[in-house]
C-alpha cells in the first residue's frame, strides 16, 4: 500500500480522492486512508455526495447466495465482490453464510499490531470485522489494541442512546417492520422521531394481516 505524509489528507484532497470512485465500499477499499480520514473529521457525507448505492437493484438474496459460493473466505468475498458483500450486510446474511467458508490461518506471529490496524482499515463497523478478520479481531481484543483499531469505526451506541447507525444496523435484520417495532421498540421509535424510518425500512414489507 501507497503510503503518503501524515498531513497529506486534507479535505480538499480527502474529497478529490473520492471523486474517483462511484460508491463508499470502493472507495473504502483503495483508499483506505482518504475514507478513514473523511470519517474521522465528519466529512464523509460531503465527500460521498456524488456516490450512488446500486446494490439494491443487483443483490437480491438468491444472487447474492450464488456470488458467495464462489469465494471460500469471508476476507476473499469482501476483497472480489464488494457489492455482493455490502449487500448481504445490508439484509442481516453476512454472517449465516460466511459461516460455511474457510478461514484463512495465518501462521503465528503473523498478526503484529500494524498489520492489525491496516486490516481494520478496510472495515467501516466493527460487525464486518469481525466476520471477515475474526483472527485479526480477536489479537486486537487480546493484546489491548482494539480501541485504536476501530475508532475510525461507526458507533451503534453512544453512551446508550441509538444514534443512526444503530437504527439501521438493527433494522437491516428484519424483512417485516412489525418484527423490527416488535423487536427493537426503541430504534423505531428513535427512527420515528428524527425523520429516519423511511430509510430504514426502505426495504421492508408490510406484513400480512
Known sequence: MKRVPRNFWTKQAVIDSAKAYHSKTEWRINSQGAYGKAFEMGWLNEACAHMTSKWEKKWDLKAIEVEAGKFSSASDWYKNSPGSYSAASKMGVLKQLSAT????????????????????????????????????????????????????????????????????????????ISDWQKQ????????????????ATLYMVTAPR
Open 101 to 176: 467458508m474457510v478461514k484463512k490461518i495465518h501462521p503465528n506471529g503473523y498478526w503484529t499490531k500494524p498489520r492489525i490496524l491496516a486490516d481494520a482499515l478496510k472495515y467501516s463497523s466493527r460487525s464486518e470485522w469481525h466476520v471477515s478478520s475474526n483472527s485479526a479481531y480477536s489479537m486486537a481484543r487480546r493484546n489491548g489494541w482494539f480501541d485504536e483499531a476501530v475508532k475510525h469505526m461507526e458507533l451503534l451506541i453512544d453512551h446508550g442512546k441509538w444514534t443512526k447507525v444503530a437504527v439501521l444496523e438493527s433494522a437491516k435484520k428484519y424483512a417485516h
Open 184 to 199: 427493537y421498540p426503541s430504534a423505531y421509535s428513535k427512527a420515528l422521531k428524527k425523520g429516519w424510518l423511511a430509510e
